[in-house]
């Protein structure tokens, strides 16, 4: 759900602004296998942003697509742990999505089986959050 809704900023800003912004988006779980399909219920949570899921395909966390990222925003500890037991010299690249926009350190949990309410619970916060990565992170692209 994050990277579907922060390609969707992506996507607006590029729209109005006319101009390309280069920023690769990755999509990795701690426990994911390859090639599986959101949930319907994920989907469904991220459909009242425009943004569309159901063609994103899992991919596990691994060293190498952590090597790719300049910034690993994670939902748990337990995510931040496992990049760092892959890659301990990511620890300066690494936050809590709350951390890095500078609130209260708290984890979003995951709503995997949960009901549709819990998944648009957190489709909602993660809107609310990566508006604010957005503000952060853009200004510093465009000022390289």
Do not use: C, W
Not at 14 to 35: D, F, M, P, Q, Y
Not at 38 to 44: G, K, N, R, W
Not at 78 to 98: G, M, S
């Amino acid at each position: 759900m994050a990277k579907g809704i922060f390609d969707k900023l992506l996507e607006k800003s590029r729209a109005i602004k006319k101009s390309e912004i280069n920023i690769l988006t990755l999509s990795a779980g701690t426990n994911a296998t390859k090639g599986n399909v959101p949930s319907e219920f994920a989907q469904q949570a991220v459909k009242k942003y425009g943004v569309d899921i159901r063609h994103h395909l899992s991919y596990p966390l691994t060293k190498e697509r952590i090597d790719l990222a300049d910034l690993i925003l994670v939902m748990e500890n337990k995510h931040k742990d496992r990049v760092l037991e892959l890659v301990p010299l990511a620890k300066n690249r690494t936050f809590l999505i709350t951390e890095y926009v500078g609130e209260e350190s708290k984890e979003i949990p995951d709503p995997f089986g949960g009901p549709l309410e819990k998944f648009q619970e957190v489709a909602d916060l993660l809107y609310e959050l990566l508006q604010k990565v957005y503000k952060i992170v853009i200004p510093k692209i465009i000022l390289h």
